[in-house]
T-cell receptor, first 112, second 111 residues
Framework: DVKVTQSSRYLVKRTGEKVFLECVQDMDHENMFWYRQDPGLGLRLIYF???????EKGDIPEGYSVSREKKERFSLILESASTNQTSMYLC???????????FGPGTRLTVL | GQSLEQPSEVTAVEGAIVQINCTYQ??????LSWYQQHDGGAPTFLSYNALDGLEETGRFSSFLSRSDSYGYLLLQELQMKDSASYFCAVREADNFNKFYFGSGTKLNVKP
């Protein structure tokens, strides 16, 4: 069974803290994605990676960075968390030209 | 860029049929996908249309018309467990690693 896991289901951080969200997939997917989900806005792409050490900006990359040192792991980094980054963060993976995305359970981040 | 429009909420009764529409403005895409998300859960893949026409998977069917920039998800014999949010999504033709999602339709199934 395919599996994408995220390091935390719930996270509470303070403004200005550096935050790491980790995502691990066991499906040997080349492509991995980070989205944020907010009510009424659907899923918005933050960053994606199509290979180790490769990354591309999505639609809302400001305030975020990513790291992909190993194929199975894709990290989202908030260098200095702000309250407007309070959201649900979803990681996903796909293989090659496949159109099916496999999502992790999500991390609900609250920035106080 | 891509823009996908969906109704925000739909209500139907158990046993009925409901259609969730997705209209889009896009510079080009590979196909239209549909995902289901229950409250507190992760989106899960439901259906994919690469070509125009109807794709059927059990109680769920999905339709695409590229000439009309329109697609829909059809759910038959509604069950209470179908209460969830449904998202349409496309994979960009210019950069096939980029996906775009609609804002989602919350389906409420009532007894």
């Amino acid at each position: 069974d395919v599996k994408v896991t995220q390091s935390s289901r719930y996270l509470v951080k303070r403004t200005g803290e550096k935050v790491f969200l980790e995502c691990v997939q066991d499906m040997d997917h080349e492509n991995m994605f980070w989205y944020r989900q907010d009510p009424g806005l659907g899923l918005r792409l933050i960053y994606f990676s199509y290979d180790v050490k490769m990354k591309e900006k999505g639609d809302i990359p400001e305030g975020y960075s990513v790291s992909r040192e190993k194929k199975e792991r894709f990290s989202l980094i908030l260098e200095s968390a702000s309250t407007n980054q309070t959201s649900m963060y979803l990681c996903a993976g796909t293989s090659g030209s496949a159109d099916t995305q496999y999502f992790g359970p999500g991390t609900r981040l609250t920035v106080l | 860029g891509q823009s996908l429009e969906q109704p925000s909420e739909v209500t139907a009764v158990e046993g009925a049929i409901v259609q969730i529409n997705c209209t889009y403005q896009t510079s080009g895409f590979y196909g239209l996908s549909w995902y289901q998300q229950h409250d507190g859960g992760a989106p899960t893949f439901l259906s994919y249309n690469a070509l125009d026409g109807l794709e059927e998977t059990g109680r769920f069917s999905s339709f695409l018309s590229r000439s009309d920039s329109y697609g829909y998800l059809l759910l038959q014999e509604l069950q209470m467990k179908d209460s969830a949010s449904y998202f349409c999504a496309v994979r960009e033709a210019d950069n096939f690693n980029k996906f775009y999602f609609g804002s989602g339709t919350k389906l409420n199934v009532k007894p």
